[in-house]
C-alpha cells in the first residue's frame, strides 16, 4: 500500500488542536476522486468546503460572462483548495473556478466542519488567514504580470511554468491554452510565440512547443 | 466638540473582547492625521499596523516596476486598513500602497498589538479573515473589469464611481487619472472618453469632465 498523506499532515497546528475538533475532522472527512476536465464551481454552485489535495492538480481560474478564461493560480499536493469553501466567508462577491487538470485525490471537509472549527479554534482562523493571504499574493502575482508585463515576458513565463509542470522541454499545449494562461488571446499568443520562434528559443509543432533555449526564456521572464 | 467614530466601534465584537485585549487597543492607538498626497507603503516601508479611517479618503494601488499605477479599491469612514498590517501576514509577497486623496485621519494599532491579540482571539482572527475577503473581492472585481469588460464601459463605470466620490456631475479629474483608475492608458481613456463625448454622454473641459447622461453612461457601466 502506498503511503499516503493523512489528514493531519495538512493542518500543522494539529497537535495543539483540541481533541474534539481532531475528532469532528477524522469523523467528518470524506475522500473524493476528481476526474479530468472536471469543473468545481460556476453552474456547480454545492459547496464543498475545504479540499486538501492528496494528489493531482487542480487550476484555480475566473471566467468572464463572454467565456473567457483566466487562469490565477494551480494547486499541487499539499495544497489546501480554500475557495471551495467559500460559503463559509462573510463578504465574499467573486468566483474562482477549478478544473481538475488531471486525476486527483482530495480529503473534503464539509462546510459545517470547517465553520464550527474555525469559529472556535484560534489556531484554525490564523491559518486560514494565512491560506488566504497566499492565494491573494498569488493571485496579485498574475494580475502584475498581465498588467504590467510585456506581452513576450509573460508568454515566456507561462512557457517556464509549464516546463516545471510538465518536467519536460517537450511542452504539450495549445495557442489556446497558453491565452488563458496569460490572460491573454490567442491570436496575441500566436504572434508572440512566432516572434520566440525567430529568435531560436522556441519550436513550434501541432499542439506543442518545444523549448530550445530555456535561460534566454528564463531572462525574458524575469525582465522589469 | 464634534461626536467622532471611537475605536471600539470598528470592532463589532468589542463586548466579546477580553478585558486586556480591549485595554491593549486603548492603551495603544494612535491618532495620525494623514495629509493629502502621501504615500503609504513602497519605498517607506515601515508597518503600521491596522488603520481604522475616521475620516477622509485612501486609495489602494499597485504600481509596476515602470511607475504604472493600477488603483484597486478606496477606503472610506469606517473601513480598517488591512494590508498596512502586512508585516503580521506569513505568505504576503505583494505590495499594495495607498494614496492619501484628501485629509484623513485614523487610528493606528501598531503591528505587534494586531499580532498578539489575533493569535489570541478567535474573534480578531475571524474578522481579519472577513476584511481579507471584503478586500480580495474588491481587486477581484476590479481586475474582472479590467480583463473581462471593454473600455467604454469601464470608463463609465470609472465616471459613475467618482461621480459617487464627488457627489456632482462636475468631474474635476484628469485622463491621466481615469486610467489609473481603469488599468489603462491615458491616450486610451483621451480616445474613449471622446467617443462617449460624440456619444453626447459627456462634456470634457481641461481638468474636468460634466456628465450629460447618466443613466446611459450607468448602461454602458453594467452591460456584459
Not at 105 to 121: K, L, M
Not at 153 to 170: F, G, M, N
Amino acid at each position: 500500500m502506498k503511503n499516503e498523506l493523512a489528514v493531519s499532515s495538512f493542518f500543522p497546528f494539529w497537535e495543539k488542536m483540541e481533541q474534539r475538533h481532531r475528532d469532528l475532522i477524522e469523523n467528518r472527512t470524506n475522500r473524493l476522486e476528481l476526474s479530468p476536465g472536471r469543473i468545481i464551481g460556476g453552474d456547480d454552485k454545492s459547496c464543498l468546503g475545504l479540499l486538501l489535495v492528496i494528489s493531482g492538480r487542480l487550476k484555480a481560474f475566473i471566467l468572464s460572462n463572454q467565456g473567457r478564461e483566466v487562469s490565477l493560480y494551480r494547486l499541487f499536493e499539499r495544497d489546501i483548495c480554500l475557495f471551495t469553501a467559500s460559503c463559509t466567508m462573510n463578504n465574499m462577491n467573486f468566483e474562482i473556478q477549478f478544473e481538475v487538470e488531471k486525476k486527483t485525490s482530495v480529503y473534503q471537509i464539509p462546510p459545517d466542519v470547517v465553520e464550527e472549527i474555525q469559529s472556535e479554534s484560534v489556531e484554525m482562523a490564523q491559518y486560514v488567514v494565512n491560506l488566504m493571504t497566499s492565494r491573494f499574493s498569488e493571485v496579485m502575482w498574475t494580475i502584475e504580470q498581465i498588467l504590467f508585463k510585456s506581452l513576450d515576458a509573460r508568454l515566456a513565463a507561462a512557457l517556464i511554468e509549464q516546463q516545471a509542470i510538465d518536467e519536460s522541454d517537450e511542452l504539450i499545449i495549445t495557442h489556446d491554452m497558453l491565452a488563458k494562461q496569460m490572460g491573454s488571446a490567442r491570436e496575441v499568443v500566436t504572434r508572440t510565440l512566432n516572434y520566440l520562434k525567430s529568435e531560436g528559443l522556441v519550436e513550434i509543432g501541432r499542439g506543442k512547443i518545444k523549448i530550445l533555449d530555456y535561460n534566454a526564456l528564463y531572462d525574458i521572464a524575469n525582465r522589469d
